[in-house]
């Protein structure tokens, strides 16, 4: 392809124009004379090293159909030196079709390959339907797309508007799952009629309670093993919320037909906000340090794909989001379903599962999409609540939970927000160590009294609420100044904390912008405006000593019981694994029988 399925989405991540007179479609490239393009770009290039690594393939084919004259090549790059030339091929008037071949023998530790095209002067070349090409794998399967929504119709739809717009794309597919949790529901939206019938026989329409992303992906899975017609099939997850490049599906799914043994082949993510940002080329998390999304070694994260240099190196990955994943069957088999976690963290703890189990996760370059930046998600959020449970659930299982550093990590936090004035996110963090306290029954009904409960919970804080910035409560526009944050001071926790108690503060009133909403610069402020992470508004946080002081001594004592029955708890959570993550489990969190095949409505 030579440009992208929007046009928010520079060609450029498809093809780079060297120099000369071009002219593009999604398929069809033209260069006047003297002219060169280049596939070394985000979505040109083919990852050999992967292939090489993970698969028994053993080359590659470029196939395209041309008119004119000119030069195609294949260039190759690899972690030793500057780009080669493995494949060239002259264009000559009356050409039709073109093969070139490359072998994949020189990219264990990295490298990719990718298409070059260019003319003389005064010639011309014309390229159409540019392939990549393997050979046909020993048992090619179909996979069952499972898209899970809540509320976002209009985002799903078009996230199956653009499948069904590519008919390649739609051929590696078996089924569509689509798992509806909302109110707003997809199928009563205008247009999900036409679409259904384009995807015909494939769609199965699912309508059930909010279970999350958890409760909605399994529901996939359970589809799956529970239909003779479809047991064998990989589910490829993917997100409702995505601007979709329909390639992402042959990538993911070609890769998995040919790996040598079964594994989870993710998809990467770019920021839709900020289109041509790659959020990391590959991820692992820190299981005891609560922390996920961090760069694996030799990683990179943020990366401006139109202007850094692209990862040579072969990356592992830890773990990988569930905005675009394929999983086989046979780690369905070996290590049973997701945990009922309702959302936030329940990818990680499937990839580490597996891994203990002889199944890898890599991240696939080249396969990517688009979601909404995770930057413009703010820290005080509900998600807090499960991703902090959760996490600590995933040390508890597959971690060293060692005790004193989660301790460590979890009090920093909690003197953090008391001093900044979230106190409701103080309050959230504490939750969620209680309820991973109450052990493998906090999971019984998949989440849903957990989410009801935190929501309680935050009603009760003001701060947690964003507003209009031209509408705050108890602020006058007029009083309202920025107040930038300094350096950062030294011994900054203990004179804040002493501040903080004696009630003493710098500012009585400031705004502050979200990139410099720092703890230790907010807690200068008995008021602080503070900008949303999203940017669509303001949340004004108020000094508060008796809540800071009532909050302190619960997350006293709720972290003591941490220290002294954390041990007892992770047992028990170890004990009840097999259980939490059965068939059985789910068949009862979704009232389905258990004994027989899942209903599939349409």
Partial sequence: MFAGPSDVVAADLYAAVVRGPVTRTRTTLSLGPSAKVSGDTYFGRFPASYWQRWTDVTEVRVEARVSGEGRLSIGASDTKGPARVVATCTVQPGMRDVVLVAPLDRFVDGGSLWAELETDPGRRLTVEHLRWTVGTPPARRPAALVICTTDRPLDCLATLNALTSDETALEALGRVYVVDHGADRLGECAGFQEVARRLGERLHYLVQANLGGAGGFTRGLVELAGDPA???????FMDDDVLLEPDVIIRLTAFGDHTAHPMIVGGQMLNLFHPGILLADSQQCDIDGLQPGLPMPY?????DLLHDALQERRLDAGANGWWACLIPREVVDGIGYPLPFFFQADDAEYSYRARAHGFPTITLPGAGLWHADFAAKDLDELNRYFLLRNYLIISALHGRFGRRRLLTKLGGELVQHLLSMRYGLAATLLKAVED????????????VTALSEV??????FPETRPHPATRLPGVASDELRIVNAGPRPRLVTIRRMVAGLCGRHRHALGAIPHD???WWHVALFRVAVVTDASQRGMRVRRYDRRRMLSLAAHGGKVLFRLLTHGAAV???????????????????????PRSEPAPAAR
């Fill in 455 to 460: 929501r309680e919970l935050r009603a009760a």
């Fill in 570 to 592: 992770r047992e028990r959570y170890r004990r009840a694994l097999p259980e939490l993550s059965s068939r059985e489990s789910w068949a009862r969190i979704y009232g389905l």
């Fill in 436 to 447: 991973f306290l109450t052990g493998p029954e906090v999971l019984a009904d998949g989440g």
């Fill in 299 to 303: 990683g990179m994260q943020d990366v």
């Fill in 516 to 518: 410099e909403a720092y």
């Fill in 230 to 236: 479809t047991e064998t099939m990989s589910a490829l």
